[in-house]
């Protein structure tokens, strides 16, 4: 073995895919922290919904330490790829399933929704975030601005994600998000999205509750679970984030 291995390529061009988001994206953090704190200050709650691996998104900000107890994160089974893989590329694909999806949760002001999509072109995340916006629901959608322009639209419309989204944070991930080539190999190799995506959605958080601090609006954060051994308080304050959001949220 010589030279720089593939391991230590894959980090070197997850780095650069984070120094282009911080160089390109922040009027979009901002704009987008700026929904989602109006949303937590109105008593709204915070949906996070994705298909495929872009539901690994609302897994990672749903009754997480250190994270903001009002997000609802929308897990639809049939689309997730967690069970019955194969199926589930055509389940996001289903038109209208994404309108009664948001009917079935009722989703309404002054609720926000976070939308995850690498491609922006599957049918199920652009139907959602159309009617969200039919509702008056903002939009905040994740996905990869060079990648949905690449592709041919899915959608009868013709219309994307990002064309039904109030705020896009671009996560300047690469077409087929495969970071790395190979001789050998014409697939790129090295996914990318989750590595970005998990960071995004964490740090546009993060900023949403700054925005309420310095509003004066302290928000509803959940501690880490484990830190009740040494400091009891810290489950009762746990408990009655539960308590308070157990009959909002339907999967808490």
């Avoid at 593939?6 to 160089?23: G, L, N, P, T, V």
Wanted: aromatic content about 6%; some cysteine; hydrophobic content about 40%.
């Amino acid at each position: 073995m010589s030279g720089v291995r593939s391991w230590q390529r894959y980090f070197a061009e997850i780095e650069k895919i984070f120094e282009r988001i911080q160089s390109t994206q922040a009027e979009n953090f901002e704009a987008a922290a700026a929904i989602l704190a109006e949303a937590i200050e109105k008593d709204g709650l915070i949906h996070v919904f994705g298909v495929g691996h872009s539901t690994i998104l609302g897994e990672e900000v749903k009754w997480r330490a250190a994270t903001l107890a009002p997000i609802h994160a929308i897990n639809e089974l049939s689309m997730s790829g967690v069970v019955e893989i194969t199926k589930s590329g055509r389940m996001e694909n289903l038109l209208g399933a994404g309108e009664a999806m948001v009917e079935y949760h009722r989703i309404n002001p002054p609720d926000a929704v976070i939308i995850a999509s690498q491609s922006g072109n599957n049918i199920v995340p652009i139907e959602f975030a159309e009617a969200c916006r039919a509702r008056g629901v903002k939009v905040v959608a994740i996905n990869s601005i060079e990648y949905t322009n690449f592709l041919n639209p899915r959608h009868p419309s013709g219309k994307k994600l990002k064309d039904h989204a109030d705020v896009v944070i671009d996560n300047c991930c690469p077409i087929g998000d495969g970071v790395l080539t190979m001789d050998g190999l014409d697939q790129t190799v090295g996914p990318s999205s989750t590595a970005a995506g998990v960071p995004i959605i964490n740090a546009l958080l993060a900023q949403t509750v700054e925005n309420l601090l310095e509003k004066g609006i302290k928000p509803d954060v959940y501690y880490n679970g484990s830190l009740a051994m040494n400091r009891p308080e810290v489950k009762e304050h746990n408990n009655a984030l539960v308590d308070k959001y157990f009959y909002r949220i339907r999967n808490l």
